[in-house]
């Protein structure tokens, strides 16, 4: 067995305090997932039954022939496909190491580099950026077989399942460590409890399978409970799905529900609708609630702790509110030593329970779990009925549209454009993805913002290029030369 990722885990007394739900010493998740259920698993183009979706991962599994703890990354849109080699992967007693389609290579490579990935499966149309990341053994779902049989790798349930990337404002990618009973945990408290998800349901959403947000809404939540999924491969596909698809429990960010206010595509069948991965307005909240009838279920979550671990049911919801913590979680609010704080007021947000961070061979798991709680980077209060409500960032990550961007890494980019002298990168509030991405130029020579834009675009994912550009003379400074982020936000 390969051990890397094991042998790579912080120390035991560096975790989270953790309270999982009772499993087996010895289980894969992905044959949990599949478990015995009949019907349709997958809604596309062509309907997959459970069995079908069963024979399909099996054969990828054998395609692979890895010994149990290799990296495989798994580059794609969400697709039918995709879905399949994710279990696949898994059966195979493989890793999982995901990233989203958008990505370039530059970006692909950090990944592969850090968790030592040594195979992969994509999509023919993104196979080039793959090949230039790294060398790795490369198959496309061309080449895999629609079929075939495949005993699942008998994995314990605390062997690493999937290694999931979240980027800091460093830039540098963080893998967050996530075991085969965590995979289920977060099915058997978030899921369970607060959507309560049934065999005649149909899942589908925005959010990219390689974010965890995603990857439980496309995923993990409809087969733990022999439900339906409908993944659709780009945001603006998603509400024709509704229509033809007859979806009716959503996954998407407070941008994707703005978007879906100015549809006339009937939304009848939606019963269930999650927002997670930017604070939820409780004016969007209350518009959707007045097209639909639908109350949308707030939730925070994080990379680090695999899923949603403060929400509540829709009847249960205060708009604007997150909500109060998950079944199988607690949380609290606290100051910088650690102590709770009293109703009302302002601090760290502390989570601990059924899922929690362990860093792939990373110093920053020290700052991310303090005292056996998980600190989430965020600004919380709680009120006197124990709902959270979301106050900033304790960092400057830039969250827009439900995707996290490193401010540092676009500022990197845009400092290899030769007439780039000088930049600085902020979040800059918008009406319409709630922040984007602006950055402050003091150019060496004439260029325009078009032209910068287009820079960063060719150079990261596109989705992290500035939508906002401003020239400056020179930046704002303290005495000692750091640049004053704060004024800058200022001018947002």
Request: with cysteine; proline share 7%.
């Amino acid at each position: 067995m390969d051990t890397f990722a094991k042998d790579r885990l912080p120390p035991p007394e560096a975790w989270p305090t953790l309270t999982p739900p009772a499993y087996p010493d010895r289980l894969n998740a992905a044959v949990e997932l599949l478990g015995q259920h009949a019907g349709i698993a997958v809604r596309g183009e062509t309907d997959w039954s459970y069995e079908e979706l069963n024979t399909r991962s099996d054969a990828i599994a054998a395609a692979l022939s890895i010994e149990p703890g290799t990296r495989v990354l798994l580059h794609s849109a969400n697709t039918p496909e995709a879905i399949a080699a994710w279990l696949g992967i898994l059966k195979a007693g493989g890793i999982v190491v995901a990233t989203m389609p958008l990505l370039r290579a530059g970006e692909i490579a950090k990944v592969i580099e850090k968790a030592h990935v040594t195979h992969a499966i994509t999509e023919e149309r993104l196979a080039e950026e793959v090949v230039r990341a790294g060398e790795v053994e490369l198959l496309t779902f061309h080449e895999l077989p629609a079929a075939g049989s495949f005993t699942a790798v008998d994995t314990a349930a605390d062997d690493v399942a999937i290694i999931a990337f979240t980027s800091g404002t460093t830039g540098l990618p963080k893998g967050c460590v996530h075991f085969h009973r965590d995979l289920l945990a977060t099915c058997d408290t978030f899921s369970k409890h607060i959507i309560d998800p049934q065999p005649a349901d149909v899942f589908s959403g925005t959010p990219p399978l390689a974010f965890t947000f995603g990857l439980g809404g496309h995923v993990l939540f409809p087969l733990r409970a022999g439900a339906s999924t409908a993944p659709v491969a780009a945001p603006d596909q998603l509400a024709p799905a509704i229509e033809e698809r007859r979806i009716t429990t959503l996954f998407t960010a407070p941008t994707g529900y703005r978007a879906l206010l100015k549809s006339d595509n009937d939304l009848s069948s939606l019963h269930t609708c999650v927002s997670a991965g930017e604070p939820l307005p409780a004016s969007v909240s209350d518009a959707w609630y007045e097209k639909t009838g639908i109350r949308i279920v707030d939730g925070i979550g994080s990379t680090e702790m695999l899923h949603i671990f403060i929400a509540s049911p829709a009847a249960e919801a205060k708009p604007g509110s997150v909500g109060r913590p998950v079944p199988g979680y607690e949380a609290r609010i606290v100051d910088r030593d650690m102590n709770t704080l009293a109703p009302g007021e302002i601090g760290r947000l502390a989570v601990r329970g059924a899922t929690g961070c362990r860093y792939l061979e990373d110093p920053r798991q020290s700052t991310y779990v303090v005292d056996g709680w998980n600190l989430t980077g965020d600004a919380f209060s709680m009120d006197e009925d124990g709902y959270f409500w979301f106050q900033s960032r304790t960092d400057d990550m830039i969250i827009s549209s439900g995707y996290n961007i490193s401010g540092f890494e676009v500022e990197a980019a845009l400092l290899e454009h030769p007439a780039v002298a000088e930049c600085a990168v902020v979040a800059a509030p918008d009406s319409e993805r709630g922040h984007v991405v602006k950055a402050f130029v003091v150019a060496s020579q004439p260029v325009t913002a078009k032209e910068l834009q287009d820079h960063v675009k060719a150079k990261i994912a596109p989705y992290k290029y500035p939508r906002r550009v401003e020239f400056l003379d020179a930046l704002p400074r303290t005495p000692t030369g750091k640049v004053q982020r704060t004024v800058l936000r200022e001018r947002t």
